[in-house]
């Protein structure tokens, strides 16, 4: 076996020990990589801070090259060590998904509302989002859960794992290196407004795949939710470009096709609020919607897995290749995904990370 294949087949292993890792023991309790990343990126903003696009620009470089540089370092310094590098690729996708975390806050908060503890569920809707839940009853605490769900299924769990598909170990760095910026930063606050532009954009480039896969793979995995491919694609199709975000309309508009459900609304934020289209037939999500969200995601979750590994392998050449599915799922979307120019910044605050680490960089969310 050569040097080049031995590698590959350590990085597909890696990937999927990683993933059984998160599936096992969710997220790190101490000591979380990110929140160590976290506290380097507010070391690198320290000294390149200046209210322009120019120094974010180089706060971005900065703090996502360094970090991926040492993952190119790491991975050709493991080339011909193929034990490790598998150790090395596991723990790096263990510590940068989140889906065990994802599906943990949502069944908490569906068991909240089961037992009409509404005090309890909305004190949780932190762990999930940034909406203000004083006002929320439980039909609008389900579809912030909900949204939630189907918004991160890709942020905190398939991106991750297109990345490592692609690049290896300096691909889940990356992304989630990306990832946390955009959290940090990405957002139209007066500091960052124009300082976090260069995060923002790169973390709608880097989800453009992920977020279109996530949602073919939920069209494709419907039925285990009693859901209908046909109509999920039919939903995709018509609602995925109504979201003010590039990304989040691809995924919560598949959600709530398979579903069932009608999704989007006025959102309701600390002294703001903003009405986003609707996405989806049917009526608003309940609290029963909250535990098949969780299904559909981690049939989500499972179904990337096995396509990154297959990918890191060589079985799939690209996962761009699975565009040839776009007959059955729609993923023909994925040639609709426009130019870096046509990006619009997401307003307000935002779920990016995977649960847990957003509540350990005190991350701006969604």
């Avoid at 089961?114 to 009853?137: I, K, M, T, V, Y």
């Avoid at 189907?150 to 170990?169: K, T």
């Avoid at 969200?293 to 392998?313: D, K, N």
């Amino acid at each position: 076996m050569t040097s080049g294949r031995a590698a590959r087949r350590a990085d597909a292993l890696g990937l999927l020990a990683g993933v059984a890792l998160d599936a096992a023991f969710g997220d790190p309790r101490r000591l979380h990589p990110v929140a160590g990343f976290g506290n380097f990126a507010k070391i690198v903003e320290r000294y390149t801070y200046a209210d322009s696009r120019r120094a974010g620009a180089a706060f971005t470089a900065l703090a996502v090259g360094l970090p991926v540089a040492a993952a190119v370092l790491a991975q050709r310094a493991t080339r011909q060590r193929p034990v490790l590098r598998t150790v090395l690729v596991a723990a790096g996708t263990w510590a940068v998904l989140g889906g065990r975390s994802l599906r943990r806050e949502g069944g908490l908060m569906a068991g909240a509302l089961e037992r009409g503890d509404l005090a309890a569920a909305r004190a949780r809707l932190s762990h999930l989002c940034g909406r203000d839940p004083s006002a929320l009853d439980e039909p609008g605490l389900a579809r912030a859960t909900v949204e939630s769900i189907a918004e991160n299924s890709s942020d905190a769990e398939v991106a991750p794992l297109v990345w490592g598909a692609l690049a290896g170990l300096p691909g889940l760095v990356g992304y989630r290196a990306v990832n946390t910026l955009d959290a940090m930063v990405g957002h139209r606050s007066p500091r960052y407004a124009r300082f976090g532009t260069a995060s923002a954009r790169l973390d709608d480039a880097a989800n453009l795949l992920p977020s279109r896969l996530t949602a073919a793979l939920a069209t494709v995995s419907a039925p285990l939710v009693s859901g209908s491919p046909g109509r999920t694609a039919a939903v995709w199709r018509r609602d995925g470009g109504a979201h003010p975000s590039p990304n989040s309309g691809q995924c919560e508009s598949a959600f709530a096709g398979a579903l069932g459900v009608r999704l989007g609304g006025t959102n309701v934020y600390f002294g703001r609020s903003e009405t986003r289209p609707t996405l989806g037939d049917g009526p608003g999500p309940r609290t029963r919607d909250i535990r098949r969200a969780a299904t559909l995601s981690a049939a989500v979750g499972l179904s990337a897995a096995t396509l990154a590994a297959a990918t890191r392998l060589g079985r799939l050449t690209h996962l761009g290749r699975l565009t040839h599915l776009g007959r059955l799922t729609h993923l023909g979307r994925l040639t609709h995904l426009g130019p870096f120019g046509r990006f619009r910044r997401r307003k307000g605050t935002f779920l990016t990370l995977s649960v847990e680490e957003g509540a350990l960089l005190n991350g701006q969310r969604r």
